[in-house]
């Protein structure tokens, strides 16, 4: 089964550690990186889908984080 991710931080280096974390774990892009002004805090908001295959069957329950 494939499980899916949409992982959003500030444009800062913070964002690319996150993306790379998942990778390291085995999570893999999906699609093609996301961008948007957020007006209210004044910064560039990035976004990034990623999927990954597991063995453990669908729970909305499920910590995506941890798998």
Not at 22 to 48: E, S
Request: charged share 20%; net charge negative; aromatic share 12%.
């Amino acid at each position: 089964m494939q499980i899916y991710r949409f992982l959003t931080e500030d444009d800062t280096s913070a964002f690319c550690h996150k993306v790379s974390a998942a990778l390291a774990k085995g999570w893999v892009l999906y699609g093609d990186p996301q961008y948007t002004f957020d007006q209210a805090n004044g910064v560039l908001r990035c976004g990034q889908a990623v999927v990954k295959d597991v063995d453990t069957p669908y729970s909305p329950d499920m910590k995506l984080r941890q798998q």
